[in-house]
């Protein structure tokens, strides 16, 4: 059950990207990015006609299609000072100072914006939204964050072996039936919580505390019991959060480059009763090498504690000392696209040497977003295409399986989650995925198709 707790941190991740990308307001652009031949070729133009607003309008277009989003603010700036600038330049001007995180600057353009009378009802209604998360972020203290409720189907929640025979002892023998692969449904809820406390310091410090929780209900649960030889899916609660400084080491020359040092802990219930508790300390960071492409990577060391249960095996000896590596990389391949590339490595040091293993990960992400299928005035879209290989090599053999054989497992995911906003704060979510899980230990080999259903409200 404990190897279920990373991936829905990881989903929960996922989904908030598509909630981000769903909601920002962006400049209408889903065309390929342009070569820089087309890009020199306008500025040739505006060069020999530089009364033209049109001209200018193209070209700056052009610099943001290609990703240079300083360019684009300053030719969009130059056009500020014509007579006949359009009215939407100051929103055009919020957005990408937006996404540059310079949120006091956006401000000032919206509001700039809105006091412009040209400005169309639809682009009012862009301005406001974002105003109103601009002025959040520009507050001392900014609370934010999202609720969902959801309806899930699996094939396999319990993670049943499919193989009818496992091993006990080194002997194989036929798996109960108690114990096959049964379908079942649950609902769900999660949230996560996001505050930021800007200390107000010149390298841009800030207290930063993420809190999520998620609890669920199978149906098959009818009443919690601890005894021996259960075999349904447990009813989860967990909590897991953390809490530190983030700050920017060298802000005059390496503006894009932010630090973190934190404290985590969290915790679960399954069917009612303490699972695990984990406390620890990590370090992230982040580097903004360019408007497209940023690099990052946590490191965290912390320590499980399983206390004993009835139907648990053993439970106890699942705890110890675990140290987990993740590096990212985001690449924005086109305007509302991006890419995600993650590799994580976890040690996990068991209380017994037979429950320690290696598990190194690679994680291939895409998200983008899209007009809506079914109105041109409805907001876009977003999409999340996820596929992963995990692998999870144990140190030694476990004497009650077999004393011959050193487990070592790999696990496949493909999932795609789906976003349809209904307003600028409620989105409905879609999400499907499959498991395959390949082990050299029959007890261990399995697969799992899971579907979900839920609504979100972003707070």
Request: aromatic fraction near 10%.
């Amino acid at each position: 059950m404990d190897n279920k707790t990373p991936a829905l941190k990881k989903n929960m991740a996922a989904l908030a990207a598509c909630v981000c990308a769903m909601a920002a307001p962006a400049m209408a652009q889903t065309a390929v990015a342009p070569g820089q031949a087309e890009v020199d070729q306008v500025f040739r133009e505006v060069l020999a006609n530089p009364g033209s607003v049109a001209l200018r309008t193209k070209y700056s277009t052009l610099l943001v299609k290609a990703g240079n989003y300083e360019g684009g603010i300053a030719a969009l700036e130059a056009l500020l000072l014509t007579p006949d600038a359009p009215a939407n330049i100051r929103l055009e001007l919020a957005v990408l100072y937006y996404r540059l995180g310079s949120y006091a600057m956006s401000e000032t353009y919206l509001r700039g914006a809105l006091a412009d009378p040209r400005l169309d009802a639809r682009q009012k209604d862009d301005a406001q939204a974002l105003l109103r998360d601009v002025v959040k972020r520009n507050k001392q203290s900014h609370l934010s964050g999202m609720v969902m409720l959801g309806v899930r189907s699996q094939s396999n929640p319990a993670g049943a072996s499919e193989s009818a025979t496992v091993l006990y002892q080194g002997l194989s023998v036929p798996r109960s039936p108690q114990f096959a692969p049964i379908a079942d449904s649950d609902v769900h809820v999660w949230a996560l919580l996001d505050h930021v406390y800007d200390l107000e310091k010149q390298n841009e410090a800030s207290i930063t505390t993420t809190l999520m929780g998620f609890a669920n209900h199978f149906s098959s649960v009818g009443s919690y019991s601890n005894q021996a030889g259960y075999s349904k899916p447990f009813d989860l609660t967990v909590v897991a959060g953390s809490t530190g400084l983030r700050f920017k080491p060298a802000p005059q020359t390496h503006q894009g480059w932010t630090l973190r040092p934190h404290l985590i802990f969290g915790g679960a219930t399954a069917n009612g009763n303490t699972y695990f508790t984990t406390g620890g300390w990590g370090l992230n960071t982040e580097y903004r090498m360019s408007e497209r492409l940023t690099y990052g990577g946590t490191y965290e060391n912390s320590r499980l504690t399983y206390p004993a249960r009835d139907d648990i095996f053993n439970a106890p000896l699942l705890g110890g000392s675990r140290q987990a590596l993740r590096l990212t990389a985001t690449l924005e391949t086109a305007p509302n696209r991006f890419l995600l590339t993650e590799l994580g490595y976890i040690d996990h040091d068991g209380n017994v040497s037979y429950y320690s293993f290696r598990s190194p990960e690679l994680r291939l992400s895409y998200i983008f977003s899209y007009a809506s299928p079914f109105s041109a005035e409805a907001l876009p879209w977003a999409t999340t295409v996820t596929g992963s290989v995990l692998g999870r090599e144990f140190r030694n053999p476990d004497p009650a399986v077999s004393l011959a054989t050193t487990r070592q497992d790999t696990e496949w995911r493909v999932g795609l989650i789906n976003v349809a906003p209904l307003s600028r704060d409620m989105a409905v979510q879609l999400q499907l995925e499959y498991t395959k899980t390949n082990s050299n230990i029959s007890n261990y080999s399995l697969t799992n198709t899971s579907g979900t259903l839920g609504v979100i409200w972003k707070y």
